[in-house]
C-alpha cells in the first residue's frame, strides 16, 4: 500500500484494506513470545469459571437435602450440621476463585502492557521510516490516535475484552453442560430459545460492525481538530477565529456524538429484548417444573443457571462493541504498518562519492500531486565544492522545492540530482543526508534539555562539541547565563526561549555535525540586527570552507554569494552575482528595489497553489 492510497482510502474506509482476519493474524507475532503465560491464563480461566457453577449444584443439593429435610421436622428437632459443610465449601469455592483470578488478572495485564510496548515501538519505528510526503498529506491528530487511542484499544482487547469473552464462552458451554445433565428434557425446551438469542447477536454485530469503526473514525478527526487548533493558537487568536476553531470541534464532536447515540440506543434495545427471553425461560421452568414434578433444588438451580446465563450473554452486548473497537483498531493500524514508503532504498546502493567536485541538478521536473502540475520546470544547475549557491524569488517560486529534492524527501518526476555525477537515488537515504545540515524558518526544539536538542542524541558527540557548537554561534553565553545551562529544560516548542534564541539553538544544532554542505532556509530571518550581525560573522567562517546553498527572501542576505540563481513560478530566470543581476536591471533587480522601498511583488495563483 502506498502511503498516498493509506491517506486517500485507509484513513477514511481502513476496513476495506485490511480485513478483521488479517488484523487478528497480525496480532500472533505479538503475542507468541508470551504463549506459556497465556496457556497459563487460558487454565486459571476455565478454572474459575468452573468453580462459578459449583455454588448454584451446591444450593440445589442443599435445597433438596438437608433444607428439606430439616423442614420436614418440627423446629425443636432440626439441625445445620449438613448446611454448616455446604456453606463452607462454598466459601472455600469462592476464596479459590478469588486467588486465581487475581494471578490471572495480573498475568494478563503484564502481558498485555508488554505487547502494547511491543506494538508502539514497532509502529513508531514504520512511521520514522516514512518518506516526508506521507507527514504532508496525514494530520499528526490521526497519527497520534494511531500510536495512543488505537494501541490502548488493543491493549483492551488482550486483556479485558477477549477474556471476558473466552471466560464467558467456557460459562455458557458449562451452563448448558449441568442443564442436560440435571434434566435434559427441559434443557432441550429452553434451547429452542437458542436461535432467538443468536439472531439478536447476529442482528446486533450486523447493524453496530460499521458504526463502531465510524465511531473510531470521528474519535480520529475529533483529536485531529483539537491538535491542529492547538497547534495553531497563536494564530487563532491572532485573527479572533475561536469562533471558528469552536464551530469546527463542536461539527467534529457532533459527528462523533451521532454515531456514539445509535451504538448506544442499538445496545439498549439489544439489552431489552435479551432480558425479554430471559423472563421466557424462567416462566418455562417454573410452568414445566410444576408440570413434570421437579424438586424445588432443580428448579431454583435452572433459575439460577439462566439468570447466570444472562450476564455473559449480556456482556456480549458489551464486549462484542469493545471487541469491534480493537479490531477496527487493529485494522487501522495494521493499515499504517502496510504503508510502504514512497521513496524506496536502491536494491544496491553505491557508496558515498566524497563530494569531490559538486552537486548538479539534470533538466528537474518535478510536482507535488503528479498531474503535471509542475513546481519546478526543466531546472539545471551546479553547486561546486566550496561555492555559496544562493536561491532567490517570491514565495512560490520553487526554492523550498529544490532543498526537498536535494535532500531526497521526494524524488523528481524528469531529469536527475547528482553528487559528484552519482544520481541521488543510488545512495543511501543515511549516506546522503548525514553529510547535509539544514536550518529551516520554522525552528522546531523537542522535548528534552538544551544540549540534547543541539546534538540530538548523536553518537560521538559530547558536550565539547555541543559547547563548541554554540560558541560559534555565539550562543554558548546566553546558555550559560541560564540556571542550569546546557541541562535547562525546554518546554513545548521552546516556548521558553526567544524566537532569535531558538534560532541559534537551531544553528548549533547544524554545525555540531560537521557537514559538509550547509543549508539555509531564511535562517536569519526571524534575528535582530545585532544578532544577525553576529550570526552573519560565524557563518562567514563556517562557509568559507563548506559547500552552502541559502535560500532568502531579504536579498540583502545573499549579497556575498558565489551565485544567485532566480526562480519564478519553478524556472531558472537569471542567474549570477548579485552585481551582475544588478547590472542587468532585470526581474532579480526589480525585486532588490521593491523590497528596499518596503513592497513586494504578489506570487501568482498558481505558485501559491503548489507551495510548499
Not at 544553528?507 to 544577525?532: G, N
Request: with cysteine.
Amino acid at each position: 500500500m502506498t502511503a498516498a492510497h493509506f491517506e486517500d482510502e485507509r484513513l477514511s474506509d481502513g476496513e476495506r484494506q485490511v480485513g478483521s482476519r488479517r488484523a487478528l493474524l497480525g496480532l500472533l507475532p505479538l503475542l507468541r513470545r508470551h504463549r506459556a503465560e497465556l496457556l497459563l491464563c487460558l487454565g486459571l480461566l476455565i478454572a474459575t469459571t468452573l468453580f462459578s457453577l459449583a455454588w448454584p449444584w451446591l444450593i440445589q443439593r442443599a435445597i433438596d437435602g438437608p433444607i428439606g429435610a430439616q423442614l420436614a421436622l418440627p423446629a425443636a428437632e432440626r439441625g445445620y450440621g449438613a448446611l454448616l459443610g455446604l456453606g463452607l465449601a462454598v466459601l472455600a469455592i469462592q476464596g479459590a476463585s478469588i486467588v486465581l483470578q487475581y494471578i490471572q488478572r495480573v498475568k494478563l495485564e503484564r502481558v498485555g502492557q508488554e505487547a502494547l510496548f511491543d506494538l508502539r515501538t514497532r509502529l513508531f519505528r514504520h512511521i520514522l521510516g516514512l518518506d516526508v510526503g506521507f507527514f504532508d498529506r496525514n494530520p499528526v491528530g490521526r497519527l497520534m490516535a494511531r500510536v495512543e487511542s488505537d494501541t490502548e484499544a488493543l491493549r483492551m482487547l488482550f486483556t479485558n475484552t477477549v477474556v471476558l469473552l473466552v471466560g464467558d464462552l467456557v460459562l455458557v458451554v458449562g451452563i448448558w453442560g449441568v442443564m442436560f445433565w440435571k434434566h435434559p428434557r427441559l434443557a432441550l425446551v429452553l434451547a429452542l430459545l437458542t436461535p432467538v438469542l443468536a439472531l439478536l447477536v447476529l442482528a446486533f454485530h450486523r447493524m453496530t460492525t460499521h458504526r463502531f469503526l465510524e465511531v473510531r473514525k470521528r474519535m480520529a478527526e475529533v483529536t485531529a481538530t483539537v491538535a491542529e487548533f492547538l497547534q495553531g493558537m497563536s494564530i487563532v487568536q491572532l485573527f479572533h477565529r475561536g469562533e471558528y476553531a469552536r464551530d469546527r470541534v463542536r461539527r467534529a464532536n457532533r459527528a462523533k456524538f451521532d454515531e456514539d447515540a445509535f451504538v448506544n440506543v442499538a445496545v439498549c434495545v439489544f439489552f431489552n429484548l435479551l432480558g425479554f427471553v430471559n423472563y421466557v425461560k424462567i416462566g418455562l421452568v417454573l410452568l414445566l417444573g410444576a408440570h413434570w414434578g421437579l424438586t424445588p433444588g432443580l428448579i431454583v438451580l435452572f433459575i439460577l443457571l439462566i439468570w447466570k446465563e444472562f450476564d455473559p450473554v449480556a456482556r456480549l452486548a458489551e464486549q462484542l462493541g469493545s471487541f469491534q473497537k480493537g479490531i477496527a483498531g487493529a485494522r487501522r493500524i495494521f493499515a499504517l504498518l502496510s504503508v510502504e514508503p514512497a521513496l524506496r532504498e536502491p536494491a544496491e546502493p553505491r557508496p558515498w562519492p566524497g563530494l569531490v567536485r559538486g552537486i548538479r541538478f539534470e533538466g528537474v521536473w518535478f510536482s507535488y500531486t503528479n498531474d503535471e502540475r509542475w513546481v519546478l520546470r526543466d531546472v539545471s544547475f551546479e553547486i561546486p565544492v566550496g561555492r555559496r549557491v544562493a536561491l532567490a524569488g517570491i514565495t512560490g517560486g520553487g526554492k523550498t522545492t529544490i532543498i526537498s529534492l536535494l535532500l531526497r524527501f521526494y524524488d523528481p518526476q524528469r531529469g536527475r540530482i547528482t553528487i559528484d555525477g552519482v544520481d541521488i537515488r543510488e545512495l543511501r537515504a543515511a549516506d546522503l543526508r548525514g553529510r547535509f545540515a539544514l536550518v529551516l524558518q520554522d525552528i522546531i526544539l523537542f522535548p528534552g534539555d538544551i544540549g540534547g536538542n543541539i546534538s540530538l542524541g548523536a553518537e560521538g558527540i559530547g558536550e565539547e562539541r555541543v559547547a563548541a557548537a554554540a560558541r560559534t554561534v555565539d550562543a554558548d553565553g546566553f546558555i550559560r547565563r541560564l540556571p542550569d545551562g546546557y541541562g535547562t529544560r525546554v518546554s513545548e516548542r521552546g516556548a521558553n526561549f526567544s524566537r532569535g534564541e531558538r534560532q541559534l539553538l537551531s544553528f548549533a544544532r547544524a554545525l555540531v555535525v560537521d557537514p559538509q554542505v550547509l543549508i539555509l532556509d531564511e535562517a536569519t530571518s526571524s534575528i535582530d540586527p545585532e544578532t544577525e550581525r553576529v550570526i552573519q560573522a560565524s557563518l562567514a567562517k563556517l562557509i568559507g570552507r563548506r559547500t552552502s546553498l541559502i535560500i532568502a527572501h531579504r536579498l540583502a542576505t545573499i549579497r556575498d554569494a558565489d551565485e544567485i540563481l532566480v526562480l519564478r513560478d519553478g524556472e531558472i530566470v537569471e542567474r549570477g552575482n548579485h552585481a551582475q543581476l544588478l547590472a542587468r536591471d532585470d526581474y532579480y533587480a526589480r525585486l532588490f528595489r521593491l523590497q528596499f522601498q518596503g513592497q513586494a511583488p504578489a506570487p501568482s495563483g498558481e505558485a501559491v497553489a503548489h507551495v510548499r
